[in-house]
């Protein structure tokens, strides 16, 4: 139900947007979480059907998320990318209150690779 796009490869200091279209019905919350080879997955970024936002403190001030209703679909807009924010990332839902945890999120979108390197 969750299909993300928008990955690739940049180089450090440049910029993606992540998108991920749902279908059916709103959920309540959206997010994006990633996951670097060898590491847990974690939060990005996730957001309210009434666009309250939560971020991860090491992408605060450089990514943003957003979503349109009308399109069912989130964006996140990723910029000043650095190495370390390599990583498969994932778009997820909820429907029901905000938790930061991954694994209290029942749909998933495919990963979409982000690779920062020069």
């Known amino acids: 139900q969750l299909q993300a796009s928008g990955g690739g490869l940049v180089q450090p200091g440049g910029s993606l947007r992540l998108s991920c279209a749902a279908s059916?019905?709103?959920?309540?919350?959206m997010g994006w979480f990633r996951q670097a080879p060898g590491k847990q997955r974690e939060l990005v970024a996730g957001?309210?059907?009434?666009?309250?936002?939560n971020y991860a403190d090491s992408v605060k001030g450089r990514f943003t998320i957003s979503r349109d209703n009308a399109k069912n679909t989130v964006y996140l807009q990723m910029n000043s990318l650095k190495p370390e924010d390599t990583a498969v990332y994932y778009c997820?839902?909820?429907?029901?209150?905000?938790?930061?945890?991954?694994?209290?999120?029942?749909?998933w979108g495919q990963g979409t690779l982000v690779t920062v390197s020069s």
């Open positions: 957001i309210t059907s009434a666009g309250s936002t």
């Open positions: 997820a839902a909820r429907r029901s209150a905000w938790t930061h945890d991954w694994s209290r999120y029942d749909y």
């Open positions: 059916g019905s709103i959920f309540s919350i």
